[in-house]
């Protein structure tokens, strides 16, 4: 039985990556051959690789994608209970890593999950477009994202899959290391030591074949930052009520203000990369909330902000989170890849060569963010498994002090890059 784990972080920072399970058998000379004759043409294939970056509206069809995805990955996932915060873009670029090996009814599941009927042709370019256009559009916002392959040297992958990993995703290619040890190095680096670990230190089981990983790491400070000397106590009304660190300013902002809502738009420097938050009024609750959570109802509230003077109350806060994703990506139709039966993983590896099938055995999500006076700083880490067998009223107060909803996106392309909801300021 073999298996293939992807991880994924998210976050300010987000990290991602695969790692597929070994099939019994020494291989160990005939790797060593096949690893150095495949980098080495690879190799020469990445400097002949000439690409020709997309103009903005030609992203348009894959950043609603993953805005689509966003969403449905979120409301699977969220539990008003507790805190949550995941990276949607982390979570859905560690499955393209795999969706572009699949095949068959195993890619056409994830190519519903992922939103991308219809714009399957030059997908990979668009990945890569927006990938460039994400870490490039700010200068005083900090995005990078980073994808790595760690490969097991005598897995006859293929040619093709490694090249377009590489050329499409900017992916590492590196030889699988006998101890997750170098593996979760690269990790702490990807993610400024905000993620310590995405697997295990010790051996690395013989099974596992591969880790693919995508990493991507944001830092933003306020476009109006707050005072510290207005950072107060003040209640916070969650599953228990207590004192938090509660910042304050007041200043022109975009915001609404309804029946059951409040919401406001924080900008980071440059404005390119935007922080909104929403939450529901005394008398209603997340969950009123998320009955109707949809990217409709958030554009909607978006079209209905107004700008004006007001009054803004936001807890200082830092979530840490890890998820397992299986049950909820089966929930939203991606079924095949996971059962070992029925995986088609062949545009990955050469399955006939191989002896056995490549399915994947679980997702593994991995988050973390602060946000205080001057800005915000987030890492996440989403690890996919998979296995180898076979109207206003002066004055305006916006106070977020009861358990409230936030995302985090790029401006122009409105790709949103984190998610999540607070309602535990004091975990």
């Known amino acids: 039985m073999k298996k293939i784990i992807l991880l994924l972080c998210a976050g300010v920072f987000t990290l991602a990556g695969l790692y597929l399970l070994f099939f019994e058998g020494d291989m160990d000379d005939l790797g060593k051959v096949f690893h150095r004759e495949e980098k080495e043409d690879i190799d020469k294939e990445r400097e002949d690789f000439v690409f020709e970056p997309m103009e903005i509206e030609e992203l348009d069809n894959l950043s609603s994608a993953k805005r689509d995805f966003s969403f449905n990955i979120f409301n699977e996932i969220a539990d008003t209970k507790e805190n949550a915060f995941i990276s949607p873009y982390s979570i859905h670029t560690a499955l393209m890593l795999a969706y572009i090996g699949a095949d068959e009814n195993t890619k056409r599941e994830m190519r519903d999950l992922l939103e991308l009927e219809g714009i399957e042709e030059d997908i990979e370019a668009q990945a890569l477009s927006l990938k460039r256009y994400l870490e490039d559009v700010s200068k005083e916002t900090e995005v990078s994202i980073a994808n790595a392959f760690f490969l097991r040297e005598g897995i006859p992958f293929l040619e093709s899959y490694k090249r377009d990993g590489e050329n499409y995703f900017e992916a590492k290619i590196e030889k699988l290391p006998e101890e997750g040890a170098s593996i979760n190095k690269w990790v702490r680096e990807e993610t400024r030591e905000k993620i310590e670990e995405i697997i295990d230190d010790g051996p690395i089981p013989a099974d596992v074949i591969?880790?693919?990983?995508?990493?991507?790491?944001?830092?933003?400070?306020?476009?109006?930052?707050?005072?510290?000397?207005?950072?107060?106590?003040?209640?916070?009304?969650?599953?228990?009520?207590?004192?938090?660190?509660?910042?304050?300013?007041?200043?022109?902002?975009?915001?609404?203000?309804?029946?059951?809502?409040?919401?406001?738009?924080?900008?980071?420097?440059?404005?390119?990369?935007?922080?909104?938050?929403?939450?529901?009024?005394?008398?209603?609750?997340?969950?009123?909330?998320?009955?109707?959570?949809?990217?409709?109802?958030?554009?909607?509230?978006?079209?209905?902000?107004?700008?004006?003077?007001?009054?803004?109350?936001?807890?200082?806060?830092?979530?840490?989170?890890?998820?397992?994703?299986?049950?909820?990506?089966?929930?939203?139709?991606?079924?095949?890849?996971?059962?070992?039966?029925?995986?088609?993983?062949?545009?990955?590896?050469?399955?006939?060569?191989?002896?056995?099938n490549i399915y994947i055995g679980e997702v593994l999500h991995k988050s973390f963010i602060e946000v205080d006076e001057e800005g915000t700083e987030a890492a996440a880490v989403t690890a996919i498994e998979m296995r180898v067998t076979s109207a206003p009223i002066d004055p305006i107060v916006i106070e977020f002090n009861r358990p409230f909803f936030f995302i985090i996106e790029e401006k122009e392309t409105e790709t949103i890059l984190f998610m999540g909801h607070l309602t535990d300021p004091f975990n």
Do not use: C, H, Q
């Not at 990493?215 to 009520?241: H, L, N």
């Not at 009955?291 to 079209?303: H, V």
């Not at 107004?306 to 109350?313: D, N, P, S």
């Not at 993983?345 to 050469?350: G, H, I, N, Q, R």
């Open 210 to 356: 591969a880790y693919l990983i995508n990493a991507i790491y944001f830092k933003g400070v306020w476009e109006i930052e707050f005072d510290k000397e207005e950072t107060k106590e003040r209640i916070f009304y969650g599953e228990r009520e207590d004192y938090v660190d509660m910042m304050e300013n007041k200043d022109d902002y975009l915001y609404y203000k309804g029946d059951d809502l409040d919401a406001i738009k924080l900008e980071y420097k440059d404005g390119d990369y935007l922080f909104y938050a929403f939450v529901p009024v005394e008398n209603s609750s997340l969950d009123n909330f998320y009955e109707t959570l949809s990217r409709e109802k958030i554009d909607e509230i978006k079209r209905d902000m107004r700008r004006g003077e007001a009054t803004l109350r936001m807890p200082k806060f830092t979530i840490e989170d890890k998820y397992k994703l299986k049950n909820p990506l089966t929930s939203l139709g991606m079924v095949d890849a996971f059962n070992m039966g029925d995986a088609n993983f062949s545009k990955m590896a050469d399955i006939d060569a191989l002896g056995e």
